[in-house]
């Protein structure tokens, strides 16, 4: 997923809580990798990545604002299925959270 700098994405689950349908961005539910870059704010709500069982490597970068809701992989939303994601990066994030003025230039960070 690419954007332009003024888009605000909200990313989620279908049946994410308090979101309108028109405002939420679904991602294929068969991605294995997503690169989001140069929005002015990305949204992550929780259980995220219970809605993408196979994705493997996230990078954001390049945003003027991200926000993390709590719990992005619900380990009790009774899917069976279990989290695949190996890297999460983010680089570039001028404000994180919303509010919270932090410049994060570059954050990794690999699960296994």
């Known amino acids: 997923m690419e954007s332009i700098l003024l888009q605000i994405l909200r990313i ?7 979101s309108d349908a028109g405002d939420l961005a679904l991602a294929p539910d068969s991605a294995v990798q997503m690169n989001i870059s140069g929005c002015a704010q990305v949204e992550l709500l929780s259980k995220t990545f219970n809605s993408v069982p196979t994705l493997s490597h996230l990078k954001l970068s390049d945003l003027r604002s991200l926000v993390l809701h709590s719990r992005l992989y619900e380990a009790r939303a009774g899917n ?4 695949t994601l190996k890297t999460f990066t983010i680089e570039n994030v001028s404000y994180f959270d919303g509010g919270l003025l ?3 230039m570059s954050m990794s960070l690999s699960l296994s």
């Open 80 to 83: 069976g299925q279990s989290s």
């Open 102 to 104: 932090l410049r994060i």
């Open 12 to 18: 989620g689950p279908e049946d994410a809580a308090g």
